[in-house]
């Protein structure tokens, strides 16, 4: 069955400083990975997605995520924070079908 | 061109009362996605709909919960006899094509809360 897997709860960085969000997935084929960004009280809104081909994959915002089928890994990464990006951050994997399962979220909190 | 729009944004109903949700897909989108994030929880797949018909309810409680995505209007996600753990935030997402690979649109969802 699919799944995903986000083991940090909550992550707090000094702006300006690198980021990287984990995520973990558990699903048989080769997956649609995407990572969505929730602001308060908002919707989702994609930053990014991965189906196929180069697994370094460029988002919006400034934000990339590397693909690793051996670590069965969909990490997102910043390298320098902003205090604007202080959300909740959702990693998915879509499935053959039209369901998309979401990890349960990481917070970031953004220190001036 | 509208996003997804989602009403109402906030809805309070007692024990026992109905709930409907409304959802408008953006312009062109005929695939709907209705999903529930409890507190603390990512999202939760309920529904997959395209117009006029249910595809895939795999996610839906067998009971009380209903979803119809009409050829005019909105889609409707219905709640009957809420109770407190029915309280939510619900999402409802649409898309072009149908298919994992297709990017899907949320809106700004809904807040439930059962008193």
């Known amino acids: 069955a699919q799944s995903v897997t986000q083991p940090d709860i909550h992550i707090t960085v000094s702006e300006g400083a690198s980021l990287e969000l984990r995520c973990n997935y558990s699903?048989?084929?080769?997956?649609?990975l995407f990572w969505y960004v929730q602001s308060p009280g908002q919707g989702l809104q994609l930053l990014l997605k991965?189906?196929?081909?180069?697994?370094l994959v460029q988002g919006i915002k400034g934000f990339e995520a590397e693909f690793k089928r051996s670590q069965s890994s969909f990490n997102l990464r910043k390298p320098s924070v902003h205090w604007s990006d202080a959300a909740e951050y959702f990693c998915?994997?879509?499935?053959?079908?039209?369901?998309?399962?979401f990890g349960t979220g990481t917070s970031l909190t953004v220190i001036p | 061109n509208a996003g997804v729009m989602q009403n109402p944004r906030h809805l309070v109903r007692r024990r026992g009362q109905e709930a409907r949700l409304r959802c408008s897909p953006m312009?062109?989108?005929?695939?709907v996605y209705w999903y529930r994030q409890l507190p603390e929880e990512g999202l939760k797949f309920m529904v997959y709909?395209?117009?006029?018909?249910?595809?895939?309810e795999s996610g839906m409680p067998k009971e009380r919960f209903s979803a119809e995505f009409p050829k005019e209007g909105p889609s409707i996600l219905r709640i009957q006899q809420v109770v407190r753990g029915d309280s939510a935030a619900y999402f409802c997402?649409?898309?072009?094509?149908?298919?994992?690979?297709?990017?899907?649109?949320f809106g700004p969802g809904t807040r439930l809360t059962v008193l």
């Open positions: 991965y189906f196929s081909g180069d697994t």
């Open positions: 998915a994997v879509g499935n053959t079908g039209n369901q998309f399962y």
């Open positions: 312009k062109g989108h005929s695939h």
């Open positions: 709909l395209q117009k006029e018909n249910i595809i895939d």
């Open positions: 699903y048989g084929a080769t997956p649609y």
């Open positions: 997402a649409s898309s072009l094509l149908a298919g994992a690979g297709n990017e899907q649109f």
